[in-house]
């Protein structure tokens, strides 16, 4: 009997990662760097390519090709040993330890952690049917295709093509179409910025009539949390790209041509972009883990769920208790650091440490044309230097995985 191999097998141990955010992408290359002896690794996600959010507005308004932005999992899987399932994840055992895929595969694992972002919150009456969800990220630029290819609006290649889940309800459109971007915040800010920089030069090139640009606001004004001069500097911005801003306005129905607030005031709207209220996937529901009420994981100071300590969560998907932080990609990047150095120490009975978020960055905000605005610590900058700044900082990222 050989007891070198018996010993091997009953040390080998499973890490299944379950998403390709931010964080686990930044893992991999960890891993590459420093593999971990006798652990075996698989990565699910649903897609081969994972796009880097910090470059989707740059690639919605035309300055980037679509593979400039995306990372390549199974490539990335492939150069550090570890295999990689195209697939989703359907439901979670943690008392057997075992992970269903939605091919019907089950997976048994050690350690597992999670990096699948959020999903849109369409329970408003007919956001499901008629808007278009900004989240997940990976599929917003299919989307915005079907939004160019299609700009023309007409009720024929509305049907036809009906941007996923899109049902007209009234088919005598205006000759100007009207796009509502619903959501305030610096995803919806940018995206709106975007839209307008790729759409002026589609007008100009053709003799359709131009499309509105309206951003949607719940409460008083733009940026919540924002520095006042980034605020006034982005509504120079909107001014001067002729993009509405409808303040006070509390989406409570979508209808194909419009959207209805609380207080009964309509606007008219034909393509409607929600980017606002996410939460955590359905089916985390039933995997008896600790939720927040927004259904994502509830994680400790180690990133480790709070009822569970063989299962980890980073990014959007998680909910971290001692401070809950908003929905943004510059904490995903710095958890990868924590969630890697947890891995090696659960795996080794060595202890764990604290995340430490940061208590201020740099908050860049690309403004579709080229320029961007940016801030840290009270000091705001903006121009065209401050994009190309935003520029190479993004390019080093990807850097990382070219």
Known sequence: MNTNKTHAEKTQRTLILVGGGHSHALLLKKLSKRPIANLSIILISPNQLTPYSGMLPGLIAGHYDHQDIHIDLAKLSNETDIQFIEDRARSLSPKQQELTLSSGKVLSYDLISFDTGATPDLSIPGAAEHSIPVKPID??????????????????????????????????????????????????????LAFHHRLKHLHSTNTQKPIKL????????????????????????????????????????????????????????????????????????????????????????TLQSQCDDTVFAVGDVCHFDPSPLPKAGVY???????????????????????????????????????????????????????????????????????
């Open 139 to 192: 599929d917003l630029y299919a989307r915005w295709q079907d939004v160019l290819s299609n700009h023309s609006l007409d009720t024929n290649v509305l049907e036809k093509h009906a941007l996923d889940t899109h049902v007209l309800e009234n088919k005598k459109l205006s000759e100007s179409k009207v796009l509502s971007v619903i959501g305030s915040g610096a995803a919806g800010v940018e995206l709106i």
């Open 214 to 301: 309206q951003l949607i606001v719940r409460g008083s004004d733009i940026l919540t949390g924002y520095p006042p001069k980034v605020v006034q500097a982005i509504k120079k911005k909107f001014k001067q790209a002729d993009i509405t801003v409808h303040n006070h306005f509390d989406v409570a129905e979508v209808k194909a041509d419009k959207l209805v607030a609380t207080n009964g005031s309509t606007l008219e709207s034909h393509i409607h972009f929600w980017c606002t209220q996410v939460k955590g996937a359905e089916w985390l529901k039933d995997t008896q883990l600790d939720l927040s009420e927004q259904g994502f994981i509830r994680v400790g100071p």
């Open 332 to 402: 995903a990047v710095r958890m990868a650091d924590t969630l890697d150095h947890n891995i090696r120490a659960k795996l080794a009975g060595s202890p764990l440490k604290a995340y430490q978020p940061q208590t201020d960055f740099l908050s860049l905000l690309a403004c579709g044309d080229k320029t961007a605005i940016g801030c840290k610590q009270g000091v705001t900058i903006k121009g065209r230097w401050v994009w190309k700044l935003k520029n190479r900082i993004d390019q080093k990222f990807m850097g990382l995985f070219k």
